[in-house]
């Protein structure tokens, strides 16, 4: 058996990268909305999680500094969830 990774933060990395790749699975089979709703969830999740896990336990989540990784992640989280609500729909197939 694979051991889980020590730190809490890493642990919460592990959580986000698999919802990014259930976004990008979505995306893959066409349903592109929900998709980029998941990635952009999962990247303002990721931006939470920085601000509530202790400096000590941030592992894999730490990429910059603290604020850098905040807002870097809310601000891409929020765009790509903006993207997806404001697109308008394709004509009709």
Do not use: E, K, N
């Not at 990395?13 to 976004?23: E, K, N, R, S």
């Not at 601000?51 to 765009?79: K, Y």
């Amino acid at each position: 058996m694979v051991p889980l990774p020590r730190s809490r933060g890493s642990q919460i990395y592990l959580l986000l990268l698999v919802g990014v790749a259930v976004g990008l699975v979505l995306v893959a089979f066409g349903v592109w909305r929900a998709g980029l709703m998941v990635v952009g969830v999962t990247f303002v999740l990721g931006a939470v999680a920085r601000v509530v896990v202790p400096p000590d336990h941030v592992g894999m989540l730490r990429v910059r500094g603290r604020t850098f990784d905040i807002v870097w992640m809310t601000v891409l989280g929020a765009s790509l969830s903006l993207l997806a609500l404001i697109v308008p729909p394709g004509p009709p197939a």
